[in-house]
């Protein structure tokens, strides 16, 4: 932590910890974990509001004061998003935390902002329904955090990203306004999609205290299979044809390069060879789950068979039990491992429409490894809806920009995006001004300027106003 932790007048730290019920101090912040960014705690000073009501007036008071607040929520952003610094107040919405209604007439869910993805899906589960998201980080992971970001996730390219999922919300203005956007319906033309807007904002325009959320039904795993194949665009035609031939029974279709799935699986004291399966570069995971029509495991064999027949596989494994697909989704999950094992990382994500997927991964695999000797290159993804993650590892610090320039040119001109679930955050603010066009960043300038005029809304990511 630094030595001066923070600029706050004693009266201002007096006057927030009335308001918040709650001020955690340097003392009690330093123990702590930041996270996945070193510098989400650097405020030294962080308010722990319980309700909607607090928060209100703990914004009225900090827009008043002109005081820059930071609004946390489970630190699993891997963009800087919630990196905070001196002078600046962190607002955690943890304690925001006490409402979890679930509808089961209307397959709709009521939830406080700071409940986790993994109470909320095991809320649901209770009811046989799921919210339709998953995310490796589900322990951590808040509500309010992913709603912010706009997170994705495995299911995405089924059930659609967080803003897909969501009917309405309750947020705080900067000035501490309370704005009641809270729906239990499907459609709804009731002016202007303030939600919407809120929505992967990530807590610069309003900070979200409660949710209503989509529910669907929740259907046990039918079969796990991984897959190994030489080229990425025997991946894509595999992956397309499970699509067609499961529809919405398909829950993932995962890639991974090969390269990743071993580091992670030695991390963990297994070997790659454990599957398995044989040679091959890229990696397939693939699951379904039981549907009404029953012989869902018949369905998948004469699946594989159909596969195996065409030529469009060589070698898969399906899972005989829990032990085994819980090693296949090991390997997929943990993308932690990249920064356990590296003193310097960077990662990335991108959207690539899957008409362009192959090429781009083709192109930014060989040029990435022309960047830097001893380099350790991960990639992996969600190919049903061309979103790729690269997280690249060394023993020496390397430019982050470097590996923009590899990764950024033409994606937006194809259609794709910078940056598909993590968002901007800090760590791609020079990469959102140099491929995203003015006319959208004047947009969304005018936008935060009209909704946080005085700037004290997490201010510095993703775009900067004067």
Known sequence: MESQVNKLSQEQLNNIETISGKLTHSDTLSGRDPGYHPDNLKAGVMATPDSAEKLSQLLAYCNAQNIPVVPQGGLTGLVGGSVSKSGQLIISTARINKFIEIDPISN????????TLEELQNAAAKFDLSPGIDLPSRGSATIGGMSATNAGGIEAFRMGTMRDRILGSIFVRADGSIVNDLAFVLKNNTGYALTDLIVGSEGTLGIITRLSIRLVPLRPVAATALFVFPT????????????????????????????????????????FSDTGLGEGQFLLLAETEVTSQGNDEERFLSCLEELF??????????????????????????????????PHIHSFDISIPLVHLAEYAARIDHELRQLANNLSIFIFGH??????????GSQEPFSYESVEEILYPGVQEQGGAISAEH?????????????ISPEKQAAMIAIKKALDPNNILNPNKIIDIS
């Open 232 to 271: 990425i665009e025997a991946v894509l035609k595999v992956a397309e044809h499970m699509r067609r031939y499961f529809g919405s029974s398909l829950r993932a279709t995962e890639v991974l390069w090969r390269e990743f799935a071993e580091a992670v699986a030695k991390q963990h004291g297994r070997q």
């Open 309 to 342: 027949e065409a030529g469009l596989v060589e070698d898969a494994v399906i899972a005989q039990n829990n032990q085994q697909r819980d090693f296949f989704w090991l390997m997929r999950e943990d993308s932690d491992v990249a920064l356990r094992g590296f």
């Open 383 to 392: 190919i049903g809806d061309g979103n790729l993650h690269v997280m690249i």
């Open 423 to 435: 968002g901007i955050g800090t760590e791609k603010k020079n990469g959102f001004k140099r491929f």
């Open 108 to 115: 709709v869910a009521t939830v406080d902002a700071g409940v």
